[in-house]
């Protein structure tokens, strides 16, 4: 996982120069952040998730995600912010959930995922934060797929403590068709 730790970078990049965020069921056109992988193509569409599928440098990638519904300090230019569960089969990935932010996070410093009063461990590098026990992420997916809110404090590079709050309304489904896509 740590030696894939671009693949989100890349998608993220992806995803905004494509529009996915507001996209159909038919791929987005080309743009040139997307020509490195080729565009994003909407699966599915469950209430506040998406699944996605995209070709990346090494194959097929699938991934469900979702944007915030709050962020804080609302003054800040906190840029996209995606919260993610990746699968890349030629990494032999499955399910690797993170976050992916706008800006650098502070160096060496740890995210921490609430869901419903259930805390996680994220480590964080640059502008992206993963789950820091990275061996078994079913404990992870199970509390999301159970619950009904997550949310992220972190902290930028420039020392600002942040947080994020994201509806799970949907995840299951997200998940389940990402997963189908990337067999």
Known sequence: MRTALGAVSLIATMIVAAGIAQAETKPAPAKPAAAAGGSPMLIAESKDWKAITAAAPKGKVCFALTKPQKMDPANLNHGDVFFFVSTRPADNVRNEPSLQVG???KEGSKAVVDI???KFSFFTRGDGAWLEQNTD???FLDAM???SKLSVQATSGRGNPTSYQFSL???SAALDAAAKECK
Do not use: A, L, N, Q
């Open 145 to 147: 797929r159970k619950g």
């Open 137 to 139: 992420y079913t404990p």
């Open 103 to 105: 800006y650098p996070m």
């Open 169 to 171: 309304s949907g995840v």
């Open 116 to 118: 419903d009063g259930k």
